[in-house]
């Protein structure tokens, strides 16, 4: 009995010099700061951010395909329109490739809003503004029948977007 009743007290004795020692072991933390600045910060969410992204690069990839094919129509066309029989051919072909080059403009034109009035994109939004006015360019020297100069504008275009994608 008399061992049973200094093992009690033993125990007791480990367990209540070990309270005080943890309750020693905690530290007292300050209270967080704030940051007050004049104005607010806007930050994208990673959402935000890797939504903006996927359609920054489906807008570089449609922009590639349609130069890809571009290169190819407007051989043809450069060839057929010195062709007098051929002219209604290089007409309407000319026609649907102008009606594309709106569809992109439409689109980089929708990706600029995005950009310009999301908050925390906007900082990405002075080096992609322009593009769809690059794109009208384009379209207006292929319009003009200046397709070497329409290619070399929708390359800047594709370039730019590059560089905006690289940035975020």
């Known amino acids: 009995m008399k061992s049973l009743v200094a093992t009690l007290a033993v125990c007791l004795l480990l367990s ?15 209270p967080a700061q704030r940051r007050t600045s004049s104005a607010p910060r806007s930050t994208p969410n990673r959402t935000q951010t890797n939504a903006a992204r996927i359609q920054l690069s489906d807008q570089i990839k449609n922009l590639t395909r349609f ?35 709106a569809n992109l403009r439409e689109g980089l034109d929708q990706l600029e809003r995005q950009f310009r009035f999301t908050p925390g994109l906007e900082r990405s939004y002075p080096r ?3 593009a769809a006015a690059k794109i009208e360019e384009a379209e207006a020297s292929a319009a003009a029948n200046q397709f070497d100069r329409a290619g070399r504008q929708l390359v800047e275009v594709v370039s730019q977007l590059t560089d905006v994608l690289v940035e975020m």
């Open 16 to 30: 209540s010099a070990s309270q005080p020692a943890r309750a020693q072991s905690r530290t007292r933390r300050a």
């Open 67 to 101: 130069i890809y094919l571009y290169g190819r129509l407007s051989k043809d066309l450069e060839v057929v329109s010195a062709q007098a029989e051929s002219a209604d051919v290089a007409r309407r072909t000319k026609a649907s490739l102008i009606a594309n080059f």
């Open 128 to 130: 992609l503004q322009g």
